[in-house]
């Protein structure tokens, strides 16, 4: 199975990550900082870019079998606006623009 995992670099993104790598299925790591992801894999390929680039996580999700939301909350507390819902409609809408349904 091919994953793309969104918010691959928190706690649950790196253990989403590395279960599906032990299961032998191809995963797409979507991340803001590629060097946070401290992990290589023949399987693994990593996608850095914002919640807000639409293009890149439509280019993450493409061929995809599942796309799996691990974002978390900022624990920045000056951060403004709604990111992870802003985040999550543009993952939703490259699902469907790219035929992902789940």
């Known amino acids: 199975m091919k994953l793309t995992v969104v ?7 790196r253990r989403v ?3 599906a790598l032990d299961a032998d299925h191809d995963v797409t ?10 992990l290589t894999h023949p ?5 850095a870019g914002e919640l807000t680039d639409r293009e ?3 280019h993450a999700v493409a061929g995809a079998d ?3 939301n691990a974002l978390g909350p ?3 507390r000056n951060a403004t606006g709604m990111p992870l819902v802003d985040g999550t409609r ?5 699902m469907q623009a790219e035929g992902v349904e789940r």
Do not use: F, M
């Not at 918010?7 to 993104?13: C, M, Q, R």
């Not at 790591?29 to 401290?38: E, P, S, T």
């Not at 399987?43 to 996608?47: A, K, M």
């Not at 543009?90 to 490259?94: F, H, L, P, Q, S």
């Open 90 to 94: 543009n993952i939703v809408t490259a």
């Open 29 to 38: 790591a979507y991340v803001r900082n590629r060097a946070k992801l401290q």
């Open 56 to 58: 890149a996580i439509r």
């Open 7 to 13: 918010g691959a670099t928190g706690g649950v993104g």
């Open 66 to 68: 599942a796309a799996i």
């Open 43 to 47: 399987r693994l390929t990593v996608i």
């Open 17 to 19: 990550v590395s279960q």
């Open 74 to 76: 900022s624990l920045d």
